[in-house]
């Protein structure tokens, strides 16, 4: 069991930044893979960035040259930086950590971004 706490959310305006930590409450290091998604209103939950135990990242098409995602196993935390945010980037935001491929995943809580126009 791990359990995930996202922070850093909040509102900003189109064009703007936000860094996103997601603290787990035990060690990652090993971690197959650790990501972020997000959630709009009315819509599915979706894949934002993704980065693996060696330090592959992975991009939504939306999220790519604007968004960096990275990890400090010695912290125990995993972070999203988004630039030039847009509106359309108004969702929950979820931290996800995926121990063994295939195995067990755990989510935390939720941080809110919203990006006013």
């Known amino acids: 069991q791990v359990q995930l706490v996202e922070s850093g959310g909040g509102l900003v305006q189109s064009g703007g930044s936000l860094r996103l930590s997601c603290a787990a409450s035990?060690?990652?290091?090993?971690?197959?893979?650790m990501g972020w998604y997000r959630q709009a209103p009315a819509k599915q939950r979706e894949l934002v960035a993704r980065?693996?135990?060696?330090?592959?990242?992975n991009y939504a098409d939306s999220a790519k040259g604007r968004f960096t995602i990275s990890r400090d196993n010695t912290k125990n935390t995993v972070y999203l930086q988004m630039n030039s945010l847009h509106p359309e980037g108004t969702a929950l935001y979820y931290c996800?950590?995926?121990?063994?491929?295939?195995?067990?995943?755990?989510w935390g809580g939720g941080t809110q971004v919203t990006v006013s126009a």
């Open positions: 996800n950590g995926e121990p063994t491929p295939g195995g067990a995943r755990y």
């Open positions: 035990r060690s990652i290091f090993r971690f197959y893979v």
């Open positions: 980065i693996t135990s060696s330090g592959g990242t």
